[in-house]
């Protein structure tokens, strides 16, 4: 089963499409992990995403690409299946995964859309707070720390990313709405498409997913 799962900013992509990986036994595709991976690696085309990443600028289109259709061979995913975790973000991403899939000769089976009220996503990330010294996060309405303002895991202070202020939540909702949800009538003309409530709860929205799935 070759999947891409689609949803705006905070609505739990990364945990769904690793839940869905875990369950349905798939190669989770997340191209912000295969772009660090290439980096790390120093391959030639982790070498041309550094140069850009460096900079401050978006890696171009070909180069992400190139990524994904690398990881697609490498990883086997015509044999064990894959799911591509909020890519693609464009129309013209979205057109060289179609040519990718033909090249490779491997059908995309199920397109799935998280869909929630933009204001759940504000509340969400905004209750969001990250440690300075480990990283760890929290959600001071589903995870809060024991201590307010202080990591439980290694007593670091908590403070909110700039990611998570309200102002840039919408700001990155706008660029959702005007460069990634023209693809779900992109994808409704040429594949099988199911819009998912994303505002339950993780177990929720999982079960709907795999109802949708398994019929």
Excluded: W
């Excluded at 991403?93 to 996503?121: M, N, S």
């Excluded at 010294?133 to 307010?148: H, K, M, R, V, W």
């Amino acid at each position: 089963m070759r999947l891409v799962l689609l949803g705006p900013p905070g609505v739990g992509k990364g945990t769904q499409a690793k839940l869905l990986a875990e369950h349905y036994d798939l190669i989770q595709v997340s191209t912000g992990d295969i772009l660090r991976e290439a980096v790390e690696r120093k391959t030639s085309l982790g070498k041309k995403a550094k140069k850009y990443l460096d900079s401050g600028e978006l890696v171009p289109d070909e180069i992400v690409l190139d990524l994904v259709r690398q990881t697609l061979e490498d990883k086997e995913c015509g044999e064990h299946g894959c799911i591509l975790d909020g890519f693609p973000r464009t129309i013209p991403q979205a057109e060289g995964l179609e040519k990718i899939f033909e090249d490779l000769e491997l059908p995309l089976d199920h397109v799935i859309v998280l869909d929630i009220d933009d204001e759940v996503v504000v509340r969400r990330l905004s209750n969001r707070r990250t440690c300075r010294n480990c990283g760890a996060i929290y959600n001071l309405n589903y995870n809060p720390p024991s201590g307010e303002g202080v990591c439980d895991k290694c007593g670091g202070e908590l403070y909110q990313r700039d990611d998570d202020k309200p102002e840039t939540i919408r700001h990155r909702l706008q660029v959702y709405k005007k460069q990634t949800e023209p693809l779900i009538a992109f994808y409704k003309e040429r594949h099988p498409t199911s819009i998912i409530d994303g505002s339950g709860s993780i177990d929720e929205i999982q079960q709907d997913i795999r109802n949708v799935l398994d019929e």
